[in-house]
């Protein structure tokens, strides 16, 4: 069993799409940032991803994929606090992917809701492929291979950490259940001492027979706390708390990201394909005219027009950056006409500029040293392919697959 304290281990990963913009950034680098501070964070480039929706035109993914990690690092992702890697480098993640299709039923793939919204929303292409059927179970073998117990997501994608939990689930109930396995968990508990046992055996039947989620986390607090058994005696009680086999691969939780309020400049949501983005490193004056371009209250035809800033996109991005006092002011003036829509949008300009300064800074830096950012990534790659590996002796292990 792996040491790995899933529950202090987040993996996350972005498919290569070049820049980033706004949107990215509140939606989630400012998340990745907090977090790698606060967990064992693994953050990777999906770029086997992006090849299941863009297989026919590979040529701009390069570019894209160091595009993209310019931007983390920019935005303040530290390699000396996460693991960033690139998801090929890591081959370990097609082995698992593999391995684990030979358990996953074909149902639970089609039922997964965003596979026929996306082949509603890209009909010009053609879907039909394995590679596009079971981009979830590649996504549940990017989380399974560093037992990663926390998944930051959003609400629209929870279902894909949900058959995630589903696949290991499956997977630890197949090739966890080892010969005599309930006498071996039996005589582990034994080996804990008479106090802990007792314990661990008041907790377990609380859970299975009440249902009881706190003595479930109470007595894997406990496991994890024991030093009179072995990480193959811990693995094997974890798995008997829930009557099932071994934990070879954790149930990773979705760990739900706070909705990013950050608007396009037509109001929806910020997107390249919409066409109303700011991105991470927008010139100065192109930030200014696309915000002094912005649509605004259609009611205000004329500068003494009163308005409504619930009707006004502007509104939105004051929502995102201004203080209670400016969002006051903005109020009382759009809707007396005190103000012009223009005036509105002064504020919002300058903070939207002060934002991208320390960010395009450190791009600048890191544009002129793409060998450093290669490097950066070709570090992380490794480490992250020790902690697959670690996982992937397990995994064979289990499936008979570790020959000598």
Known sequence: MSSVDSQQRVLSGMRPTGKLHLGHYHGVLK?????????????????????????????????????????WLAAGVNPGSATLFLQSKVPEHAELH????????????????????????????????????????????????????MVPVGADQVAHVEITREVARRFNYVFGREPGFEENAEAAIKKMGKKAAKLYSTLRKRYTEEGDGEALATAQALLKEQQNITLGDKERLMGYLEGGGKVILPEPQALLTPESKMPGLDGGKMSKSYGNTISL?????????????????????????????????????????????????????????????IDCKGPIIDAVK?????????????????????SIIQEGSEKAREAARDTMEDVRHAMGLAYR
């Open 31 to 71: 998340n990745w940032v907090k977090l790698q501070h606060e967990y064992e964070c693994f953050f990777f480039v999906a770029d086997w991803h992006a090849l299941t929706t863009h297989y026919d035109d590979p040529s701009i993914l390069e570019r894209s994929v160091w595009d993209m990690v310019i931007d």
């Open 98 to 149: 593999l391995l684990l299709s030979m358990i996953t039923p074909l149902g639970w793939l089609e039922r997964v809701p965003t596979y026929k919204d996306q082949q509603e929303k890209l009909k010009e292409k053609d879907l039909a492929t394995y590679g596009f059927l079971g981009y979830p179970l590649l996504q549940s073998a990017d989380i399974l291979l560093y037992r990663a117990g």
């Open 281 to 341: 490193r927008e010139e100065p004056s192109e930030v200014e005219r696309k915000i002094r371009t912005m649509r605004t209250d259609p009611a205000r035809v004329r500068r003494d027009d009163p308005g409504n800033p619930d009707n006004c996109p502007v509104w939105q991005l004051h929502e995102v950056y201004s203080e209670d006092d400016v969002k006051d002011w903005v109020q009382k003036g759009c809707r007396n006409a005190g103000i012009g829509c």
């Open 354 to 374: 002060a934002e991208l300064i320390p960010i395009q800074e450190r791009a600048k830096q890191y544009e002129a040293n793409p060998d450093l950012v290669k």
